[in-house]
Every structure is written in C-alpha cells, then in structure tokens.
C-alpha cells in the first residue's frame, strides 16, 4: 500500500532505527555504521549527476554556514540544493533547492520510489543493525536534487562527521564552524576526540576551511588534512568581516572587497560564519563555472556575493517572532552562545525583559540560566516532548537552580504557554527572549504559525 501523507512516510523512514536498540547506544566509533547507506545508494545509483558538493560540520553555526553558503550560489546563478538537520516543524525543511523545501506530494512520492530498494538492503542487514533514517533522508534528497537538476549542494552533518551518513557525499570542499566539547556520549570526553569525529568529512586530495578553532582542534584537522593530502586553511579574524554597528533586525557589516552589507542576521556569530561561506561560495563557484562566465574578479561577482548577503535568512537564530513586546528566539542552551545572544540583542532590549529558557539536561543548565538571569526581569521555565531522545529538567529540579540566581521565576509545562505568560509578564512594551533547544524552537515556529517554505 503507498504512503498517502508525511506523517505515513516518515513513520517507515525511522522504521528500521525504531527496531534497533539505539536507545542503549554509546560511542558513535562503536555503534553507527554507513555501510547500509553506502549500500542504498550504490543500489540506486547516488549520487548521481555531477554536481559539486561541500560537507559542513562543528560543534555551533554550521546550519546558518550552510544557509548562506546555499543562498549565495543561488545568488551566482547555481541551482543550490541544500541538506540540513535537525528541522523545526517538518522533516521537509531538511531538504531545499534554492531556499524552497521540498513539497509533501514530492516526499511522499520519494519514500514510495524508493521503498522497494530501501526494503532489499533491510533484508540483508543482520540482527542489531539498521538502515539510518538520515541515510534515507540523503538518498531522497539527492534524487530529488537529480530531478531538480541541482549543480551545487550543501550537506549539512549531524553531531559529528565520521560516522555520519551525509559524509558519503564526494565533497571536494570541507568547512568547519567552531569545536566545542559537545555530545560526549557520543563523541567522546575531549574536544581532540570530538574534533577526530568531525574532521572525518575531509576526503582525499579536497579543500578544508575552518574558523578559528583551539590548538588542539586545530591540529587534529590539520593532522587529518595532511593524512589526506588535503589543501587545508583557516580564516583568521583579519579574513573576516567587521561589525560597524547593529540594526533593527540584523547587523551593518564590511565584508572587505564586498563593501558594507546590511546582513539581516542578529546574531554577532553570524559575521563569520558569512565571511565562511563567502569562502565557500567562491571556492565552489571556480569549480562549477569552469568557462569563467562570471569571473571572481569582475564587479557583477561582488554585486551578487552581496545580494545573496542581503537576502539570506535563517529561522530560528536571533530571530525576530513579533513586535509589541518584541519576541527574539534562539538556540542558545550552551553558555558560550547564550552569551553572544546577549550580546547580539541588547540595543534591542527594552524593559520588563522576560526570559524563556528551555535547556536540557545535557547542558550547563545552571551556567546558561546564569548568562540570562542578570539581564531579566523574570524567567520562564519550561520544556518540550518534541523530540524524545532530549531531556529537560523537572520542574522542581529547574526552579532548584534558578531559585539560586533570581527571584521571579516561573513553570510553564510547553512552549505554547510560556510564550503566553511571558509576554503577559513583559507587557507590550517589554521583550522576550527565548533561549531554547531546537525542538523548543519548531514549538514556537508552530505557536507562531511559521512554515518557512521559502528561505
């Protein structure tokens, strides 16, 4: 019987890893094996027209490298297709050909193509093993990217890049954002261990740039890239763009050679990761245009780097969801990047300022309760079951925490009613921030009716 709706389709995607044992997994070395999706993809022919790829990883900002890396090859004149994860309110939002996601009718009409061939490589998978639904998800991404006659793909990876499924992908390009210790579970205790998981992206004779990293991540890439034989630089903060001053809903920034770009992102942190993608852009650009139609020299190349700067758009980071009181949502569950988003806001913060916080367990939870506490006039606790493999404090264990750093603290069981008690507390002419994990993000992007079909 075909699939009829998303809800059917992705409910067989996760199938195979629903029947695993994955709640029980540890190290990604251990536990996570591409060979199944290795082996989807030889049985389908994938990837299959030439295209030119770059593989994106790090610990923050890789989703919004990936975005304006997709939008301004879109801008040079390439058809940009573009993977990422996790999504806000749909496993559509995963996949995007010049910004746009792919449609229902397109995903439900993947998964039934290509169930035949997903349901052969499950029979052959011995007992403990499963076909990744991520692996799934590139294999429909890359045959819709046939069919939309994709040139240039961005491929987002999960928390690491090793073992990670999007990493099959012949890159020729390899960017990385900042490494932190994160997902150690998975990953392992220290940030060179992490930094091996995720340097794993780097294939033979490519290109690896990466943003400032500590010198122990630094040396494991650059280890990895001489292993490779692999071309491998870093952007030093003389490579990247310069703040000249904050705006109503972004940032005034000169990009060098670009000129000053209004750049509608709010977040501070999104300064280098466009200076990244300008890197990325261009370096993909020489590849794909081998006739030199535009040339990186020329004054139409500068003029379209910097209308793709103008029009990126990324939900969810330092975003804006209303005015009166101003709402401004972020992921910010790690102390570093809760206190960028800080930073990036305050000229926007007006008063009362009513924090919602939806941090895992996972995290510092006291440490990013700390970053808000002093700039607040009341917090709101609260959490999310949209995605079930991330934990959250009960609610006495969070009041625990926050009782040590402020007085007017609240409980709102979802994200739903804590936007509703926050902005009855802030008033309409207050603000509220919203530093919460990603799940708790689609929450709000489903409070606010937001789809983001087009980005």
């Given at each position: 019987?075909?699939?009829?709706?998303?809800?059917?389709?992705?409910?067989?995607?996760f199938q195979s890893l629903a029947?695993?044992?994955?709640?029980?997994?540890?190290?990604?070395?251990?536990?996570?094996?591409?060979?199944?999706?290795?082996?989807?993809?030889?049985?389908?022919?994938?990837?299959?027209?030439?295209?030119?790829?770059?593989?994106?990883?790090?610990?923050?900002?890789?989703?919004?490298?990936?975005?304006?890396?997709?939008?301004?090859?879109?801008?040079?004149?390439?058809?940009?297709?573009?993977?990422?994860?996790?999504?806000?309110?749909?496993?559509?939002?995963?996949?995007?050909?010049?910004?746009?996601?792919?449609?229902?009718?397109?995903?439900?009409?993947?998964?039934?193509?290509?169930?035949?061939?997903?349901?052969?490589?499950?029979?052959?998978?011995?007992?403990?093993?499963?076909?990744?639904?991520?692996?799934?998800?590139?294999?429909?991404?890359?045959?819709?990217?046939?069919?939309?006659?994709?040139?240039?793909?961005?491929?987002?990876?999960?928390?690491?890049?090793?073992?990670?499924?999007?990493?099959?992908?012949?890159?020729?390009?390899?960017?990385?954002?900042?490494?932190?210790?994160?997902?150690?579970?998975?990953?392992?205790?220290t940030t060179a261990r992490i930094?091996?998981?995720?340097?794993?992206?780097?294939?033979?004779?490519?290109?690896?740039?990466?943003?400032?990293?500590?010198?122990?991540?630094?040396?494991?890439?650059?280890?990895?890239?001489?292993?490779?034989?692999?071309?491998?630089?870093?952007?030093?903060?003389?490579?990247?763009?310069?703040?000249?001053?904050?705006?109503?809903?972004?940032?005034?920034?000169?990009?060098?050679?670009?000129?000053?770009?209004?750049?509608?992102?709010?977040?501070?942190?999104?300064?280098?990761?466009?200076?990244?993608?300008?890197?990325?852009?261009?370096?993909?650009?020489?590849?794909?245009?081998?006739?030199?139609?535009?040339?990186?020299?020329?004054?139409?190349?500068?003029?379209?780097?910097?209308?793709?700067?103008?029009?990126?758009?990324?939900?969810?980071?330092?975003?804006?969801?209303?005015?009166?009181?101003?709402?401004?949502?972020?992921?910010?569950?790690?102390?570093?990047?809760?206190?960028?988003?800080?930073?990036?806001?305050?000229?926007?913060?007006?008063?009362?300022?009513?924090?919602?916080?939806?941090?895992?367990?996972?995290?510092?939870?006291?440490?990013?309760?700390?970053?808000?506490?002093?700039?607040?006039?009341?917090?709101?606790?609260?959490?999310?079951?949209?995605?079930?493999?991330?934990?959250?404090?009960?609610?006495?264990?969070?009041?625990?925490?926050?009782?040590?750093?402020?007085?007017?603290?609240?409980?709102?069981?979802?994200?739903?009613?804590?936007?509703?008690?926050?902005?009855?507390?802030?008033?309409?002419?207050?603000?509220?921030?919203?530093?919460?994990?990603?799940?708790?993000?689609?929450?709000?992007?489903?409070?606010?009716?937001?789809?983001?079909?087009?980005?």
């Open positions: 019987m075909p699939f009829t709706n998303e809800t059917d389709a992705i409910t067989y995607v029947n695993s044992n994955w709640r029980t997994r540890g190290l990604d070395e251990d536990t996570r094996d591409t060979m199944p999706t290795a082996r989807l993809l030889q049985q389908l022919g994938l990837p299959g027209k030439r295209r030119e790829y770059v593989v994106i990883t790090g610990s923050k900002g890789k989703g919004s490298v990936a975005a304006i890396t997709a939008k301004l090859l879109e801008s040079l004149g390439h058809t940009a297709g573009l993977i990422t994860s996790p999504h806000l309110t749909t496993y559509r939002q995963r996949f995007r050909v010049n910004g746009r996601m792919i449609s229902e009718d397109d995903l439900v009409r993947l998964v039934n193509q290509l169930q035949p061939t997903i349901d052969a490589v499950l029979a052959t998978l011995p007992a403990g093993k499963y076909l990744s639904p991520q692996g799934i998800f590139l294999a429909m991404a890359l045959t819709w990217f046939d069919e939309m006659d994709v040139s240039a793909a961005v491929v987002e990876v999960g928390r690491g890049g090793r073992f990670d499924d999007n990493a099959l992908v012949p890159n020729k390009l390899s960017l990385f954002t900042p490494i932190i210790l994160e997902h150690t579970r998975y990953l392992g205790p930094a091996w998981h995720k340097s794993g992206i780097i294939k033979a004779h490519s290109t690896a740039y990466s943003l400032p990293q500590s010198p122990e991540v630094m040396e494991v890439l650059r280890r990895e890239a001489d292993k490779q034989d692999a071309v491998f630089e870093w952007l030093a903060p003389m490579d990247q763009g310069k703040l000249i001053e904050a705006t109503g809903n972004g940032q005034r920034v000169d990009f060098g050679r670009y000129g000053t770009v209004d750049l509608p992102l709010l977040g501070r942190y999104e300064v280098a990761n466009a200076s990244l993608a300008i890197w990325a852009a261009g370096h993909m650009h020489a590849l794909i245009d081998v006739h030199k139609t535009l040339n990186h020299a020329s004054d139409a190349y500068v003029q379209r780097i910097r209308a793709g700067l103008e029009t990126v758009h990324w939900p969810g980071r330092a975003q804006i969801l209303q005015q009166q009181p101003l709402v401004i949502i972020d992921g910010a569950i790690n102390t570093l990047s809760a206190k960028s988003f800080v930073e990036s806001v305050r000229h926007l913060l007006k008063p009362p300022v009513v924090t919602v916080l939806a941090v895992p367990t996972d995290r510092d939870v006291p440490g990013v309760y700390g970053v808000f506490a002093p700039i607040s006039d009341g917090l709101v606790l609260t959490q999310t079951a949209r995605n079930i493999t991330i934990h959250f404090p009960s609610e006495a264990d969070a009041r625990q925490v926050a009782a040590d750093l402020h007085s007017d603290v609240n409980w709102a069981d979802n994200i739903s009613s804590a936007i509703d008690m926050a902005i009855q507390r802030a008033g309409s002419a207050g603000t509220v921030l919203m530093a919460v994990a990603q799940p708790a993000v689609g929450d709000a992007m489903a409070h606010y009716g937001l789809l983001h079909e087009q980005i």
